[in-house]
């Protein structure tokens, strides 16, 4: 990922440029590369509120470049239309007006091919700018061209798990990538990994980027715990809907038992039975579940219920990353372009927990809230983590869908507990 002056004080003003313009060229070029197997009709697509398509992610990424570089340092800059700031604009309410988020799909213009014309009219005028600014202009900005950079990389997550969701609304079942399905080896037993009581550094603070919310570098006391040596599988998560799970009230929150109802929900999202067997959607079209694979597409209340059913619980977020911070940042991530998680294929140790990065977001039982003492940044950017940090919780370690660059130990992602679409899954935890 690139650096900054900041991370490397040693770095000089050109190695600083052309860091900057290759991480740029490489993250945009990536986001288009995801679409290669899209036909226009799959870009224009919004299945649900929380889901926006395709064309909608691509255009919205310029426009925060657009916006927070190019406008506030070009006094000359001329966006291509001046309503593509009310289109393109997400939650930014100081920035100004926006189209409504469930409407979205609604919009017939502009084009798909207008899209990538403002993309490639953005990208020119980045590489322009920082191709002749000067010095002092280049490091005021880097902090800012780096937290675009990083929240392409968010969006291309969601353009993959976005598209999942648009195609699984057709009974066709269409495939985004053929991909064979992994065989499973001999799945290791499930087993328990002891950590002692600690009072423990959580939160970012070393060189480098990081969102507003890893920080501040602040104290916790943590009880001893225990953290699954793995992740729980689609065969474990079986057992739990076959012993009546979805129908047992004791096992679920009250909102979440609401949810179920509701929603009539009797399995994890995309789950479908066919002949007495079930089968899942994946974006590799429709097929039956592997039980060696990481159970996904499951809300915080599932993942809450399973834990519950299991007599465990799941991690506080300061225990699943004082775990972390032992493990090297690896796993299956979408530069596998495997577009799923896969079963464990590396024996468990008694003393490191096996995918802990990649395959799927692991919910935890914290909700998400500041650490002590954080304050959001000035301005706009502000409101990028702080004004959301109500009603959700939090999620650890990235999934089959997260850039491997874009994730570190302190990385918190959020969600409102009965999100399903993104890549989420289970570890349980236990008290010592």
């Not at 190695?15 to 993250?27: E, M, P």
């Not at 780096?146 to 968010?154: K, N």
């Not at 919310?213 to 065969?235: C, K, M």
């Not at 509701?262 to 994890?268: D, G, L, S, V």
Request: a negative charge; proline letters at 8%; aromatic letters at 14%.
């Amino acid at each position: 990922m690139v650096k900054t002056i900041q991370d490397d004080p040693g770095l000089s003003p050109y190695a600083l440029r052309q860091s900057l313009l290759d991480t740029y060229s490489r993250v945009r070029h990536f986001s288009e590369q995801l679409c290669t197997p899209l036909v226009t009709e799959d870009y224009v697509i919004q299945s649900m509120p929380d889901v926006s398509p395709t064309r909608w992610h691509l255009a919205h990424t310029s426009w925060f470049f657009e916006t927070f570089l190019l406008e506030p340092n070009l006094p000359d800059y001329v966006s291509p239309h001046p309503q593509y700031a009310f289109l393109f604009n997400s939650y930014y309410n100081s920035i100004g007006e926006r189209h409504c988020r469930p409407k979205r799909g609604l919009i017939s213009r502009p084009t798909v091919q207008e899209i990538y014309g403002y993309r490639q009219y953005v990208d020119t005028s980045i590489s322009s700018f920082l191709t002749t600014c000067d010095e002092e202009t280049l490091q005021k900005v880097a902090p800012v061209l780096t937290l675009g950079i990083h929240h392409e990389q968010q969006h291309q997550e969601l353009m993959v798990t976005d598209i999942k969701h648009v195609l699984s609304c057709n009974p066709l079942h269409p495939v985004y990538q053929e991909q064979a399905m992994q065989p499973a080896k001999q799945l290791p037993a499930l087993g328990w990994i002891s950590y002692p009581e600690k009072l423990a550094w959580i939160g970012y603070n070393q060189d480098g980027f990081s969102y507003d919310n890893e920080g501040p570098y602040h104290r916790e006391f943590v009880d001893a715990y225990q953290l699954g040596s793995r992740l729980i599988t689609n065969g474990e998560y079986l057992q739990f809907i076959k012993d009546g799970g979805y129908q047992n009230p004791l096992l679920w929150l009250s909102s979440g038992w609401s949810t179920v109802q509701t929603e009539q929900w009797q399995a994890p999202l995309y789950w479908e039975m066919h002949d007495g067997n079930w089968m899942t959607m994946t974006l590799s079209g429709l097929r039956p579940i592997e039980p060696a694979e990481p159970v996904c597409h499951v809300s915080y209340y599932e993942a809450d219920a399973y834990a519950r059913w299991a007599d465990a619980r799941l991690a506080t977020e300061a225990e699943w990353e004082l775990a972390a911070r032992q493990l090297p940042v690896e796993g299956n991530f979408v530069e596998n372009k495997k577009f799923h998680p896969v079963p464990l294929t590396a024996s468990t140790t008694p003393e490191k927990p096996a995918q802990m990065y990649g395959d799927v977001w692991e919910w935890t039982q914290s909700a998400y809230l500041p650490y002590r003492g954080y304050k959001p940044a000035a301005g706009a950017l502000g409101e990028y983590n702080g004004k959301f940090m109500c009603n959700q919780f939090v999620l650890r370690g990235g999934s089959c869908a997260t850039s491997v660059t874009h994730i570190r130990p302190t990385y918190r992602n959020f969600f409102p507990p009965d999100a399903r679409w993104q890549f989420t899954g289970i570890r349980l935890a236990r008290e010592v």
